[in-house]
């Protein structure tokens, strides 16, 4: 395109605005996270760029070991809160990769399951809201509301149209040479599968492992109607952060979004080369 | 050719197309097996909550009630959950406010991603590092992000403190508390989020033009912009449509950073359909008339749907 000096000014110029836009919320809640509770309580009065004394107090609080400025008791603290969104998040990619790349590859190889496709878009079509009413009366009869397993077992479900998909396009891009000459060597298919093509696999089972992993991650609504106090997870506990005894508890608030908000942005980052194709069913590879 | 074929080589032939034969019959019952566990989950959550949730809606059934949902028949109310939400203006206007969010949100993101993309089309110094950063909001927890901005937008926060800097007034404007910048409000955190998606999408599909073309005019005197709308937008189409797709599917689900945001409110200024069948689901309790209204919603977005897909199969068969 354009390469002369003043189109290189405009780029750089819009550019630096961009990314000063989209880190500004970001670096707000990490400096808010290393304030002191005099800095930020006095939110309203005296804004400060960054911390002024900067301090670990607000991540100290929130594990449970009190603080001299803090007089506020926690009722609980962010462990298990932490434990939960990590266990639910973790088990629920298990269910969802597990699923996904068995029927994946039954489709992609055998033609089985000519339904599923369709099937899965339209699962994610329709917003969570409209068909927790009957999710919520089941997991109750089973026995599953506010537990790790319940959410995982929903985590699983939801974005089992991404792992299927994922797989699905790269169990087509795979050559399929390697799997019939092993065929003909007598391997049974099964064999290939599991000795074979899954090993081949297993960049891709990596990445899209990961991107069902920050998208399990990332669940606020439904975790907020599963769970009700013992499984609850991090973004459920970070609103209750907050009461009306205490007011907005900002940098105790800053300090858990942070904890919650690394992980998913370093994978994500990883994994930047196929988030195109999970993003777009696979429909679209870079 | 014939004089090649020895009996040897004939059995030969004949035993690999047996062996063939044999796979693919186990190839047809793996490929059964394999799908299994997935069709097993889509029946799990599509079939029976379905049923279970067209039931529901016939009646005044809550989980107060004291008796099983298989019960709820003994409070069977034919249509009137039904009938009742075509007079709900909480409703309807629940149902505006999503599309005016949409009709702001998706348009705002796909330019402001279009725009940025097209700047990074070529090589320039530190190209990568910018576009690492730049996907940086989409993989925010939404629900963080919903706090983040909560915190940008306190009365005495950054914000305020921005525009104070840029006009040199004194600017306390209270976003939240007011039903017109709360909307606003809500609107800026979800375009924050969901334009590096629509950066990403269209960045792949401008750097799969084909390169030649694009010389070829250039050669041919064409102005950048008539190529960008004689070969780049041409060539998009499908993208732009899965982008635009994407988003509005996802937009139409707003829940995570506006609740956490304003809650819905203040009042109900910024309640989307989401967010009002929440409260109604955990306030109100009345699962009945909550079944009632998903089944609208499921079936409304269904038909959308289909007529969708017919429209684009009949633009491919014109």
Known sequence: MNRSLPFEIFRYSVITLALAITLIPTLWMASMAFKPIAEWSAAGADLTWWPKNPTLDNFRFIFGTSTSDLIVALDRTAGKPILSSLLSAVFGTLIAMGCGTAAAYGLSRFGSGQNLPLALIQLRLFPPMAVMIPVMIMWAFLGMVDSWWGLALIYGIVTLPFAFWLMKTFFDDMPREI???????????????????????????????????????????????????????????????????????????????????????????????????????????? | MSSLATPEKISMVDAALDHDARSEDGGRRLGLALTLPAQVLVLFIAVFPLLMQLYISLTDWSPLDGIGWWQAHELWNGFANYTDLMADGRFWSALGRTALVMLVCVPAEFLLGLGLAILFMDDFAGKRVFYSIMLIPMMVVP??????????????????????????????IAWLSDPTTALVAVMIADIWQWTPLMFLILLAGLVGVPEDQVRAATLLGASWWQRFRTIVLPKMKTIIIIALAIRVIENFKIFDTLYIMTGGGPGVATETISVYIYKVTQQDLIWGYVAAIALVILVALSILVSLAISRMNAGKEA
Not at chain 1, 197 to 225: C, E, G, K
């Open chain 1, 179 to 286: 799997e019939d000459a092993a065929l003909v060597e007598g391997c049974s298919r099964g064999r290939v599968f599991l000795k074979i093509t899954l090993p081949m696999m297993r960049p891709a089972l990596a990445s899209s492992a990961l991107f069902v992993f920050i998208l399990n991650w990332s669940d606020y609504l439904i975790a907020l109607l599963l769970t009700t106090r013992e499984w609850v997870t991090i973004p459920v506990y970070m609103a209750s952060l907050s009461s009306s005894m205490t007011g907005q508890l900002y940098g105790a608030k800053a300090a858990l979004g942070l904890i919650a908000a690394v992980p998913p942005v370093i994978m994500g980052i990883a994994i930047q080369r196929h988030l195109v194709r999970g993003l777009t069913f696979g429909a679209l590879k870079q």
């Open chain 2, 143 to 172: 629900a963080v992000a919903g706090y983040m901005f909560f915190m940008l937008f306190q009365s005495g926060g950054p914000v305020n403190d921005i525009l104070s800097g840029l006009t040199g007034m004194n600017v306390s």
